[in-house]
């Protein structure tokens, strides 16, 4: 059964049927595991963070970057 039928068919329910099946559909979206929905909308802020209108670094500034990181670490330069 499509989304559209199933909405048509929701239409023809009484309203304390209507009721009663917003009340299952809640109640089935509580028991989906919050670690997914958690995930989800990290992953959404994350894709967010990463937007930019800079262009990506060159493979030779991500080196420059790295042996800058490492040195700051006080590790050693390879």
Do not use: H, N
Not at 1 to 23: C, G, P, T, Y
């Amino acid at each position: 059964m499509s989304f559209q039928e199933l909405k048509e068919q929701v239409f023809q329910l009484s309203v304390s049927d209507r009721l009663a099946l917003v009340s299952a559909i809640v109640e089935s979206l509580q028991e989906v595991p919050s670690s997914t929905w958690e995930r989800s909308r990290a992953i959404k802020r994350m894709r967010g963070l990463l937007k930019t209108d800079k262009p990506a670094p060159t493979d030779e500034e991500v080196a420059a970057m790295l042996e800058e990181a490492r040195c700051s670490k006080g590790g050693f330069a390879s």
